[in-house]
């Protein structure tokens, strides 16, 4: 972290000098960039594929509170949150730009910072900052990222091609970044009525760098190449389990059913919701923030999906008028309604 005694003001290097500063340690890897940062465009070349682009917008106090997001982190997540779109389209990400608006209040050190968390994504998902934008900002810290791929058309996995019958899948295990985020907001509020009371996140590793580091599911498009396994429909979780399964079901004109008991949630997470008094199913299906895939894939691909670990099976799709139905855990139905985390939401 910066020290304010060694702060640099903005203003020292203007917009120009502060965008040839912070891309000095840019690297070009993919083949698909002929020319990336320096100048009125970047020129992309992806021969015969179909272009895949997508756009996050991260505002402060809306979609993040700096008072225990560590900006590193925060860079890292501006990425990995857009590069996930791309993934949930069965797509190679292989550029983002990466646009940032900040107050004076953000020295040089802290925008460095934000910036050397995104090239830690950058480097670690293989993907080129090809360009982006600076900007002055009266509303707090503003990052937009805007990622790009590409994919081969016949692999392509649009939300509205799920078919009645197919396996309804997900990666990893969800809800460990809402119950993270409770954790992190819990602590903000001990800290703010006590500032001589440090942070008790001892043992909850694992929930905080859900929420604070999510990880894109690369590994599982990869896995899909490796197997051979062609999902109809895919979606990544940004807003809750509920919300996607309906988005899906919606675009295909499909129902589904889904089982309480099939939804993968881990322990910590299990354990930690029900500290809060919270219900580890709701958490799952209406948490969000989780960035996992949800995919259907035809029956016959069963067997390549069974012995996956980090796949689970949990529903299958049915005909449109049988709605959007889970099975608890103790043989009821219930109708699944989308309860997920919604930016336009007012406080009452």
Known sequence: MFDNKDRTAIHELGEFGLIDYLTKAVEITEPSTIKGIGDDAAVLDFKDKKTLISTDLLLEGVHFDLRYVPLKHLGYKAVQ???SDIYAMNGKASQIT???GLSSKFPLEAVEEIYEGALIACKKFNVDLIGGDTSASTQGLVISVTSIGYVDEHKIAYRSAAKEGDLLCVSGDLGGAYVGLQLLEREKKIFLENPNI???LEGKDYIVERQLKPEARKDIVELFDIYDIQPNAMIDISDGLASEIIHICKASKVGCKLYEEKIPIDPMTYETAREFGLDPT???LSGGEDYELLFTVPQDQYDKIK?????????HITEE???????SKSGNVYPISAQGWNAFRTED
């Open 98 to 100: 990466f646009s940032i």
């Open 282 to 284: 709701v958490c799952a």
């Open 198 to 200: 440090q942070p008790d």
């Open 307 to 315: 012995n996956q670990l980090d796949i689970t099976i949990i529903g």
């Open 321 to 327: 008028n049988a709605g959007c139905e889970m099975i």
């Open 81 to 83: 949150v857009n590069l």
